[in-house]
């Protein structure tokens, strides 16, 4: 079984707020591309390769190979060999090449929007040869490919980009964790490299009995893609006994008995990015690093995202000298762990710092006669965890003239001023420090968003002292409109100011105001706020209403808490699904519960729930303990209003779903409803489910990572179908032992039950066959392939009532009319939408030439959803184009003949 891999939409156009822009136009609006150096066809073929940009070495375009891939290697070896940047995205599907040697002269790949790099279910790729790739901005996908030996290409690039490789001839080296949890662990025995990261998610210990003693992973040396704790008990990491080396990042979060880091092996911390990330926050309050685990980070130079630490006491064998005064300090000490402090009269000792390298502390040299720092020539490194303090300081020294500290690398403290100087006459400059000024807040909605210089706002707050500064006449206007204690204006006339807006970009922030209703605000339609996250009303002791009346975007999370007079219930009703709403502790708030990550042991909040407001989140959600975790408190929930996602979870089915009939979604996430990483899960199972709806223009599915028996009833996928539900990716299959009664499995259509209206199973009209067509007169559904060859048929009448084909873990093309020489119209009245995974839903092969043309095709898919159409191999459009081409090379030809025979009788 193939493990989860994350992969974009391949073939889905992406959703955008309400705009759908394919594939092209999202990397027209991502990339400065050369007019002349697009490549503007999705598939490559004989058809298409003739547009490719040979003469250039940075195209922008797609590199669709499809099992319609008809160039052979040495072809496209001619076309793509000045090629080495590559703007946008590759997929290799399906094909019969061997290699991809045609690609080696790729260098870079920048994905930009399209996200990732895809090679799967080729059933003859052998090598994978991409010898001077050498950057990678997306994710690559290669699986399911029976004969690919991809392990030199993982060794020779690893680290380059995150890889999602499984379920091939031979994989990548080392065993793959991804998320780890305690009923696992028997897996990793005598693993000694990790690949893709290790995730400690909801990692619990304190009820296992016996206690665990983690010697599966005693052997684990290497670890790459990264080393991650989320909402652990664990007190430190000792039990990586062999662990020397991390490729990637760590992060701990939310692991508050977490007391000491303690690897004791480790040796190296790499990363291809530019610095090694390290993010410790919300651990135990007396966490700490040795001096040997904060030497480390130093010279790897280790970047702390986030950090909450301390040193630890010296431990046994460490050679940091403590450091009480310097009178008092050893000679000789290399290191020193405590806050060195030379004050007057010091200067007499200042040599036993000759041959300091690091100071696990701060240093403040005040008040002295010292003319340079000479004695600090050694000094690497100064390193203080204590938030309040600078780590150096120079204060008050009247004489000081040098300041060259010329071995000096790294002062670290996770505060913006790392040295400070005061009443010194020599000032140290930008030699020990690059200060990075951060963005303000107008910066980074200037970035963000396109705004009028004519229509910003300035001001952080709203007052009649700053109100004249609104650009009134401005429909769309950027800044931040921040309403305080200070707000002074009457409601009427900012009814004034605002009667033209629109359209805000940035921040909305109303806390602690006296104002009643917001009525001011009737017009505004969009609200961009997702830069600083800021959309809130708190502590408004007047506020009754929030009476928006126009709003249909939002584009990051709803605040509206602690407003003791506010009723927010119908504006729940009419916004709630425009993204996720924290709305709590007001007179009214939302109908419904709250909620958004999911634990297991905090189901019983939701019980006797019947709406659910907020994404629902299923998050490393684990169900299999003694006793099992009891799913029943959310049997009473009838309606969601958010997305649905299941990330790592040992469910089998969503049956505790039992009540839920309506799924309203947000754009809170990438899709409405998310399967991922469910390796147990083989049913869906929502049993009373009847609507789906999202606020983004087409409710967005993602099923991978499951059971390999996970299946989806007829019923279950005519829902998603009739709700034009488009799948990023979909691992399943059709359950045939839970199939409806007035579902009829087709074996031959010979034995066909009449008037069947669903179909589960490939349907299959063959030479012979006409005589049966009529049985299929009222089908409406066919759950699986559709077949028609080598027939007399003349027309499809008898499918006027079909209106969806749909086939699941197939890239195969679900409707092929194939070799009917008398067919004249193709026309299916009612026909909605062929689902497949494949780039084709819909081919017409070697029929009839009177359909032959772009009309009837274009009619074909003028009604259908999400369905690809090609007659012999070409799409819609070049149908009539590659038709008039070849007659005029016919004509040509015959006109060349005639000219021939003419000279001939003239002549002779």
């Known amino acids: 079984m193939s493990i989860a891999i994350f992969l974009s939409a391949l073939f889905v156009p992406t959703i955008l707020g309400d705009i759908e822009l394919t594939d092209l136009q999202k990397l027209e609006e991502a990339f400065e591309c050369d007019p002349t150096c697009w490549f503007r066809e999705e598939i490559i073929t004989y058809e298409t390769i003739g547009r490719w940009p040979v003469n250039c070495t940075e195209v922008c375009g797609i590199m669709g190979f499809t099992d319609t891939a008809d160039v052979p290697v040495f072809d496209l070896q001619y076309y793509f060999q000045n090629l080495k940047v590559l703007k946008g995205k590759i997929y290799i599907i399906g094909t019969q090449y061997a290699s991809v040697e045609f690609l080696s002269t790729l260098e870079e790949i920048y994905c930009g929007p399209l996200k990732s790099l895809s090679f799967a279910g080729n059933p003859n790729l052998e090598t994978f040869e991409l010898r001077n790739l050498k950057n990678v901005s997306c994710e690559f996908s290669i699986y399911d490919n029976k004969r690919l030996d991809v392990s030199e290409f993982c060794e020779k690039k690893e680290g380059l980009a995150l890889m999602a490789i499984d379920n091939n001839f031979k994989n990548c080296k080392g065993c793959i964790a991804g998320s780890f949890y305690t009923n696992q662990m028997s897996k990793f025995i005598n693993c000694t490299s990790i690949v893709f990261g290790m995730k400690f998610y909801s990692f619990h210990t304190v009820h296992e009995n016996p206690p665990m003693d983690f010697s599966e992973v005693k052997d684990i040396q290497n670890i790459t893609g990264g080393l991650d704790l989320y909402e652990t008990d664990l007190q430190n990491l000792s039990f990586f006994k062999s662990l020397e080396n991390i490729k990637g990042s760590i992060s701990v979060f939310n692991c508050l008995n977490l007391t000491r880091f303690a690897i004791p092996s480790l040796k190296s911390l790499t990363t291809n990015e530019p610095n090694f990330l390290i993010s410790i926050e919300n651990v135990h309050e007396y966490f700490c690093f040795t001096t040997s685990e904060m030497k480390l980070f130093l010279e790897s130079n280790v970047m702390f995202k986030s950090l909450k630490a301390m040193y630890c006491e010296k431990q046994t064998g460490e050679t940091a000298c403590l450091f009480e005064s310097l009178k008092n300090l050893e000679a000789n000490c290399k290191e020193i762990l405590g806050d060195v402090r030379i004050n007057p009269g010091d200067e007499i000792y200042t040599d036993k710092l000759k041959n300091i390298s690091f100071i696990f502390g701060s240093l403040m040299i005040q008040n002295t006669s010292l003319a340079d720092l000479n004695f600090l020539g050694s000094l690497q490194y100064v390193s203080s965890l204590h938030n309040s303090t600078i780590p150096f300081q120079l204060i008050s020294n009247k004489n ?112 602690n105001t006296k104002y009643a209703s917001i009525e001011f605000l009737a017009p505004l339609e969009e609200v961009y706020c997702d830069v600083l996250n800021i959309f809130e009303f708190r502590l408004n002791a007047n506020l009754e209403m929030l009476n928006f009346e126009n709003l249909t975007k939002i584009t990051c999370s709803f605040y509206a808490y602690n407003n003791s007079r506010l009723d927010a219930t ?117 049993p009373a489910l009847k609507t789906i709806s999202t606020t983004r223009t087409n409710f967005i599915m993602n099923v991978f990572g499951v059971h390999d028996d996970f299946c989806f009833t007829t019923s279950e996928m005519h829902l998603f179908l009739e709700n034009n539900v488009l799948f990023d990716n979909l691992h399943g299959k059709y359950c045939y032992n839970e199939t409806e009664e007035s579902v009829c499995i087709f074996e031959n259509i010979s034995t066909l039950e009449s008037n069947c209206t669903d179909i589960l199973g490939p349907v299959l009209i063959n030479s012979g066959e006409e005589s049966y067509k009529e049985k299929l007169r009222n089908v409406r559904n066919i759950y699986g392939l559709l077949i028609i060859q080598g027939t007399d048929l003349i ?62 095709c274009l009619d074909l898919m003028e009604n259908l959803f999400d369905t690809n159409v090609i007659f012999d191999g070409r799409e819609c459009e070049a149908i009539d184009r590659v038709r008039d081409e070849e007659n005029g090379s016919v004509i040509n030809g015959f006109n060349v003949w005639i000219i021939l025979l003419i000279l001939y009788v003239t002549f002779i």
């Open 400 to 511: 000081l003239r040098d300041a060259n500290l010329p071995n000096l690398k790294t002062l670290f403290e996770f505060i913006h001023f790392m040295i400070y100087l005061l009443f010194t006459l020599f000032f140290v400059y930008n030699q020990y420090i690059n200060c990075v000024k951060e963005l303000t807040d107008y910066e980074k909605i200037a970035k963000a968003y396109e705004c009028d210089s004519n229509c910003w706002f300035r001001e952080d707050e709203v007052n009649s002292t700053t109100i004249i500064k609104w650009p009134q006449n401005c429909s769309d206007v950027c800044g931040k409109m921040q309403f305080s204690q200070t707000a002074d204006i009457p409601v009427f006339e900012l009814q004034n100011y605002f009667r033209n807006l629109k359209v805000f970009k940035g921040a909305i922030s109303f806390g």
């Open 795 to 856: 027309d499809l009448n008898f499918l006027e009532n079909l209106e969806y084909i749909a086939v699941l873990n197939d890239s195969t093309v679900p409707l092929q009319i194939i070799s009917n020489k008398q067919l004249l119209s193709v026309t299916l009245p009612n026909l909605k939408r062929v689902f497949s995974k494949g780039r084709y839903q819909v081919n017409f092969v070697d029929n009839g030439s009177e359909i032959l043309n772009s009309t009837a």
């Open 570 to 686: 119908e504006f729940c009703d009419r916004f709630g699904d425009l993204n996720v709403m924290f709305i709590y502790d007001n007179f009214k708030s939302c109908k419904g519960c709250i909620v958004q990550n999911l634990y297991n042991t905090e189901l019983y909040k939701y019980q006797g729930c019947t709406s659910i407001i907020n994404a629902m989140y299923f998050y490393a959600f684990w169900t299999n303990y003694d006793p099992p975790v009891d799913m029943s408190p959310l049997n009473s929930i009838q309606n969601i209003s958010g997305c649905l996602n299941f990330y790592d979870t040992d469910l089998k089915n969503f049956s505790f779903f039992e009540s839920l009939e309506n799924l309203r979604s947000n754009q809170y996430f990438d899709y409405d409803i998310n399967i991922y990483q469910c390796f147990n899960l083989t049913r869906f199972d929502m």
